[in-house]
């Protein structure tokens, strides 16, 4: 039998399967070893006493953090990422008063740390450096580091963890073409590329755009320096609106602001209006319109200090950057060898469409709860370690596919507070997500008794009904009015 292959100590892949070992056998084969497939895997396997097998081609768990760039950060507090049975961080709280965020090189001694606790159980397995390969002949092929292949007969279910796969600069290549001459730097090389005197071209509108202008800015680079290709704008939350434990009022005061705009609102336009007036929806520039969004978070810090980037290029997409101009799908803007251009345009989360989470023989994690992909992952588990029908159990793990536009938001956010009605009606569940750290609302009952989360509580109870059936129901704006 297979026998464990993560090292606590160094994170480092050992051998697992004996090089001349025979079949493998185990009830849940996990594909992927990212924050999903090892929050399902300790959902799933703190209820139950199965045997599970998680791969992952990366040579190391945890994902695309481990190709993340150096000074990435989680954008929302570490208290509730990560897996339910370990803590992340210590929860102090930062310079701007907020909890704190876990940092790249965190993030991999967690997930480490999280994969030797799996395994020193005796019941899991992680292969790193495998690849699965699909079903043959009854069972899962697995593609080793040296390109041997193993066979591995599962008795209960595969687990797909990477349908979301997040797309990652130091993994994606430019979506346009980069002429002879004229150089690109991934956001991973800003570090090494940075030069005195030197100017940038950031090229993308999310996160990892106003992450490659707060850190240039952070390291006093003159916003004068920084020019901005924002083919699109981008809608942003206020990181203040997604606190937990004892900022948990804050939060649920937004949730309360988001049921009622959606339930007062006559149409999107009127709703975004509205939301963006309670400080609960930003644009860096509130006089262009926006269209993008992907539930990336700002401090008010950050937004200030991105404001000052006064040179934003609105002409569409960059088609072909040359040694001297950029040509865009409107126009074309000069550069120079002096130019430092940072792609920034890798679409991070996954646009996969909603699939049925529950199938027979197999479970796709997925977003369930917006803007919660840890607690999505180990409610899965959760609710698959306890068995029952896949039908109810879908009932309580719908598909809420990851927003593109602002569009998707009413959507997104009727799909979230159908499924947590159901969640509150099935009593071991509903004490299961009260329970767990991956809760952003977990803090709530110890703060009932507070005015501003008791007014927030009454103000969603009374609105949420009404909220969804108008989400349901709203008519889109039209384009221009984005
Ligand atoms: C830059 C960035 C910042 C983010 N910040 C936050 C945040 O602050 N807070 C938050 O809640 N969410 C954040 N997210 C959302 C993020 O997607 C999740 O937090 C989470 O890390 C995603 O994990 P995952 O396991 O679903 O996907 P991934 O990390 O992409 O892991 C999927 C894994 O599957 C493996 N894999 C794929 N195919 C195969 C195969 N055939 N065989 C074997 N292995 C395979 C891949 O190697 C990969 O390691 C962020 C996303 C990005 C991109």
Redesign the pocket.
């Known amino acids: 039998m297979a026998r464990a292959c993560y090292s606590l100590a160094h994170g480092k892949e050992r051998p697992c399967f004996s090089e001349k070992g025979g079949p493998v056998q185990t009830d849940y084969l996990i594909?992927?070893?990212?924050?999903?497939?090892l929050a399902f895997a300790d959902a799933l396997t703190a209820g139950t006493d199965v045997d599970v097998t998680l791969?992952?081609?990366?040579p190391a768990v945890g994902?695309?953090?481990r190709d993340?760039y150096s000074f990435?950060r989680?954008?929302?507090p570490s208290a509730f990422?990560g897996v339910s049975s370990m803590p992340l961080g210590e929860d102090r709280l930062d310079e701007e008063g907020f909890y704190e965020?876990a940092s790249g090189p965190e993030l991999h001694r967690y997930f480490d740390a999280v994969a030797g606790r799996l395994v020193a159980s005796g019941r899991t397995r992680i292969l790193t450096g495998?690849?699965?390969?699909g079903a043959e002949a009854g069972a899962e092929l697995i593609r080793d580091g040296r390109g041997g292949q193993r066979r591995i007969t599962v008795r209960r279910k595969v687990v797909d963890?990477?349908y979301?796969?997040?797309s990652?600069p130091a993994t994606h290549a430019p979506p346009f073409d980069v002429a002879p001459g004229a150089t690109v730097t991934g956001i991973h090389q800003l570090p090494e590329s940075v030069r005195t005197g030197a100017r940038y071209t950031v090229i993308g509108a999310g996160?990892?755009a106003v992450d490659a202008c707060t850190w240039l800015l952070s390291e006093n680079v003159g916003p004068d320096r920084i020019r901005w290709i924002r083919p699109r704008d981008a809608w942003f939350h206020d990181r203040r609106d997604f606190q937990p434990l004892d900022q948990v009022g804050a939060t649920m005061a937004g949730i309360a602001l988001d049921a009622e705009a959606a339930a007062q609102a006559t149409d999107l336009q009127e709703m975004l209006e509205r939301l963006e007036s309670g400080g609960r929806l930003l644009r860096i520039d509130p006089s262009a319109p926006a269209d993008m969004y992907r539930a990336a978070m700002l401090s008010s810090g950050e937004l200030e200090a991105l404001r000052e980037i006064d040179d934003v290029v609105r002409l569409g997409h960059v088609r072909r950057i040359e040694a001297d101009r950029i040509r865009l799908e409107r126009g074309e803007i000069p550069t120079d060898a002096s130019v430092i251009h940072v792609d920034c345009t890798a679409r991070?989360?996954n646009d996969a469409p909603a699939r049925p989470v529950f199938q027979p023989g197999r479970i796709v994690?997925q977003q369930v709860r917006h803007?919660?992909?840890?607690f999505n992952?180990a409610l899965i588990g959760h609710v698959e370690s306890r068995g029952g029908e896949d039908t109810d159990n879908n009932r309580l793990c719908t598909s809420n596919p990851y927003p593109r536009s602002i569009r998707d938001w009413p959507r997104m956010c009727a799909a979230t507070w159908r499924v947590e009605h159901r969640w509150a009606s099935d009593r071991e569940l509903a004490t299961w997500v009260a329970g767990t750290r991956l809760n952003l609302l977990a803090a709530l009952p110890k703060h009932a008794h507070t005015p501003v989360v008791r007014d927030a509580v009454q103000r969603y109870v009374t609105n949420v009904g009404a909220a969804i059936g108008r989400l349901d129901a709203m008519p889109h704006p039209p384009s221009e009015r984005q």
Do not use: M
Request: no cysteine.
């Open positions: 594909v992927g070893a990212g924050a999903s497939g791969v992952d081609r990366r994902g695309h953090w993340a990435v989680l954008h929302t990422y965020r495998h690849e699965h390969l963890a990477r979301l796969e997040a990652v996160k990892t991070g989360l994690l803007n919660s992909p840890s992952a």
